[in-house]
């Protein structure tokens, strides 16, 4: 998958809305209204209106937001405190006291030892709310010496892990061209050190460049949008381990204000769909120690190397986690990110706050009665930014969703935004039926001139048996329901969709790419078209009425 774009065009991306918000339906005061949706910790806006239509009739406008926080506890040495009860925790936003709806203790979703997680598919059937490690090897901002060292320390690391790892574990690495996941999640150590030892690393040469600054910065953000949209279907937390400097320098001061106001709208989204995916962010540098000052040509910054106005450190404290830089024991710094990942506690709280205004930064605050003791969570949440007009946005969505569409097309990395499986007919090897699951689709209200409907995107594309791009062929999915539903209230129904692949002999394998136009979610299905597909698996796959 190649990242390589126009320098204009990336930073264009980084003004537009790194979050999509799902707008909560319109219920009847006749009716129940839908249960709040606490799915994750995105907040939309609360409150309850209600208006009267000509007929008498008054419908109930009703949102809510649910604020999940995971927090990790330590003690002045930097022990891990795993013995605290829900009455030991105090939160405020925004200085506001908050109720705990909510609270699992330390480490309360950890995989059973019975398991074996493998893949994406494995985790979100066996393990949905186990918390999970992603590695991330940042191949296109960081020096190729620091980036040997790197894998050095993480394979040292790993060689003194047991043969089964604690947490699911997937390894991803980026440069400006290439996005590559090395491993799916995996509890098999030896096969994250395998993927490694065959990794092969392009020496970056521009980031000796200062006309590539656009491209590296710009990546970082796509990187971590392109990752938070692949893992949200999964409900559970979340480490990411950046190892790699993330940001070049990039002074504020030499650029146009809009600018400006573009990386600092991008910085804002970014830390949003981290939240919203669940993702706490630590970054680790593996420079080390270092004696030349100028290693970086002129993105040295010895005292703090995430510097420069907008320092890639700020999105792991944002978010809960830590940068950990200055050291050269790199292993270690992996083995207190991955520490961290398994004694989260987590709480939910509902904000007294129904302010909308997106400008407003909610500063969130955890303490604990236990002196001593220090509780770390991600500082705050902005609302979505989408509808606010001050925002200098010349990217259209619809640019965005392409972009989006792309990345997951052209990738080998599990969506699980939404479920999809796929039927193969034995008869017909070039025909397939694509299963979304009831619980992933949004149905709309019927209307006096439109029935319920849902509209997806589908993209299918085909590669040859080196992976190679073959074709590319996109649809928009309106689908309706049948006449036998409600006009409105509550629908948990799945589509199936009928599609026939064109024969191309040179075809090895074929990606469906589905998303979710009201909620923006994405999912993904790789079907290895050289061998026969299995039975499609009841307990992955429950049924669904196929719609027409």
Known sequence: MTNVLPAAVLLSFLIAPLGLAQQAAPTTAAQNP????????????SGTEATRDDNGTYTITRTARIVI???VVTDRKGNIITDLKRDDFHVTESGEPQTVLNFDPAGAHTTTPGLNI???????????NAPVDIILLDEFNTRFEDMAFARYSLKKFLERQPGKLTTPTMLIAVDLQHFTVLHDYTQNKDEIISALNHHFAAYPWQVHQHAWLAERYATAFITLRRVAQAVIGHPGHKSMIWIGRGFPNLNMANYPLDTAQRVDNAVQNCVNVLRDARITLYTIDPAGLKFDQQAYGSDAELTDPFGGNYQFAKLATATGGHALYGRNDVDAEIGTAIRDGASFYTLTYRPTNDST?????????????????TVTTR????LSRAANPNDSNPVKPADLMVHDLISASNSTMPYDGAN???????AAPDDFIIHINAKDLVWTYATDTEPRHTEVVLVASTFDKKGKPLKRDAKVIRAKATTDVPPTGRLERGLDLHYVLGHDPKAARIRFVIRVTNSGRIGTADIDLTKPLPPLNSELAPSATPLH
Request: charged share 25%; proline share 11%.
């Open 34 to 45: 839908p249960q709040a949706q606490s799915t994750f910790q995105q907040p939309a806006q």
């Open 69 to 71: 926080l995971d927090m």
């Open 118 to 128: 493998n893949s994406t598919t494995e985790l979100d059937a066996l393990a949905p």
């Open 357 to 373: 205004d997106p400008q407003k930064f909610r500063r969130i605050k955890v303490t604990v009665d236990r002196p001593g003791l």
């Open 379 to 382: 500082e705050g949440y902005y």
């Open 420 to 426: 999809i499986y796929v039927r193969r007919s034995p």
